[in-house]
């Protein structure tokens, strides 16, 4: 089609008209397809325009004008934006940094004790005393301090992952779950001067101080309960008294399970 259209063009620029017949003749065979070439448009006449002199002073007062407001109007296009972006929940503000040591002392009974700010594990004397206070509460518990598994957060290093609450509670969570995978405990005994909310989460939303009371984990389902620290003992000996007041139920449990 396209070199139909070219011959069209060639003969219709040399003068030569082109006739096509527009009825069948009787006998005639069939005739070709032909497709007629569009008439080429003439080209507007554009008349010369003529160019009126602006003198120099009206030129320079212009583009003076026309500077200004571009000006203005990136000025108005730099200006910073309003911020939309959404406020940070509690659940992702930084967690505080701590950290805590882990026994598996039995089936029963589990420990957590949570370390001084700067401390990596715990010291002779706490290790002593947490002894002495297993022993206390069941006989059967003695040389029961053995391996200490120890948690800290945030994580060594710049490793670019989440520091909010929740991303903390997650951590400790997966921690919890490898502890009781090793060793399955009814109990866990938590010696911290505050209530840990990485492990009662919701539980203390209004503030109440949870000393000496026993609640169950949302996930795994023992039961907790918190007294004095090792080192807040350590420090204060007045302490002991009011922590072995609080672990008279886990005392009673611990023989009851042992009956």
Known sequence: MATEIRRQ???????????????????AGASHVVVVAPEPRQSPVVEPKVVREVPVEQISTALRAALTTDAAETAAVRQPVASTAVPVSAEDEAAPPFAFSWFNVGQRLSVLAMLPAGADSLTGACRQMLQR??????????????????????????????????????????????????????????????????LYGETNAGGEDQHG???????????????????????????????????????DRLQRGAG
């Open 133 to 198: 206070i297993l022993v206390a509460l069941s006989p059967t518990l003695e040389n029961a301090v053995g391996h200490e598994h120890t948690f800290h957060w945030p994580f060594p290093g710049d490793l670019g992952l989440p520091t909010g609450r929740r991303a903390a509670r997650q951590a400790v969570d997966g921690f919890v779950a490898r502890r009781m995978r090793e060793q399955p405990s009814a109990i866990l005994l938590i010696l911290a001067d505050e209530t840990p909310p990485f």
């Open 9 to 27: 063009t060639l003969l219709r620029e040399m003068g030569i008209r082109c006739w096509f017949p527009r009825t069948a003749l009787p006998g």
């Open 213 to 251: 009371k026993l609640f169950v984990h949302r996930q795994f389902g023992f039961a907790m309960l918190r007294t004095h620290s090792l080192h807040a003992m350590e420090a204060d000996s007045a302490l002991k008294r009011s922590a072995w007041q609080a672990m008279q139920s886990v005392r």
